[in-house]
Every structure is written in structure tokens, then in C-alpha cells.
């Protein structure tokens, strides 16, 4: 059974930082290409950063500068470091798993900045 269970989420000032988890079971991890998405109230889900399998990251324009996301493949692991802040950052945030045509998602974790 595949499980992405992401942690990490709460709420943070404007300016602060974040840091949310997403540990995964069930799937070859390494072989995946990981991502985060995240979706605020009334708008779609959007991606925020993705990490191939390979190391190659790419970003929202959004989040460039302020966000990191990284692997670590021997815990079956993605992280993805906030910092900087903005309320418009607020939104449930999502780890999603991606190879070939097989694609999972986890429950989300909410991430909610205050001005």
C-alpha cells in the first residue's frame, strides 16, 4: 500500500520559515520524481517544487530564492524548506509521487502565514 504522509505544517509569521516533510512507504522512492503542490482556498492546485529522481529541481516563480526542496533517498524522504514567508504563501500543501504513469499524493498538511 502506498502512503505519502506529509508533516511539518502550521502557522509561521510573515518573514519566518517552514520546513514540511513528506515520508513515503509502499513505492520505489528513488526511482520517483517527488514534488510539492499546494492549493489555497478557492484557488487550483498549483506545483510548487519538484525533484527528479536525478537531482534536477524546479520551482514555481512564486517561491524562486525562497523555497528548497530536497530527497533523501535512504529515508524514502522529501523536504521542502520555507523561508522568507508571505501570506500568500497559506495553502494546504501536498507531497505528490510521480513515475511513468503512476502518480500517488498525500493528505496535505496546512501551512497558514500571518501578516
Known amino acids: 500500500q502506498v502512503q505519502l504522509v506529509e508533516s511539518g505544517g502550521g502557522l509561521v509569521q510573515a518573514g519566518g520559515s517552514l520546513s514540511v516533510s513528506c515520508a513515503a512507504s509502499g513505492i520505489s522512492f528513488s526511482m520517483y520524481t517527488m514534488g510539492w503542490y499546494r492549493q489555497a482556498p478557492g484557488k487550483q492546485r498549483e506545483l510548487v517544487a519538484a525533484?527528479?529522481?536525478?537531482?534536477?529541481?524546479n520551482y514555481a516563480d512564486s517561491v524562486k530564492g525562497r523555497f528548497t526542496i530536497s530527497r533523501d533517498n535512504a529515508k524514502n524522504t522529501v523536504y521542502l524548506q520555507m523561508n522568507s514567508l508571505k501570506p500568500e504563501d497559506t495553502a494546504v500543501y501536498y507531497c505528490n509521487a510521480h513515475y511513468g504513469n503512476l502518480e500517488f499524493w498525500g493528505r496535505g498538511t496546512q501551512v497558514t502565514v500571518s501578516s
Open positions: 525533484i527528479t529522481r536525478g537531482g534536477s529541481t
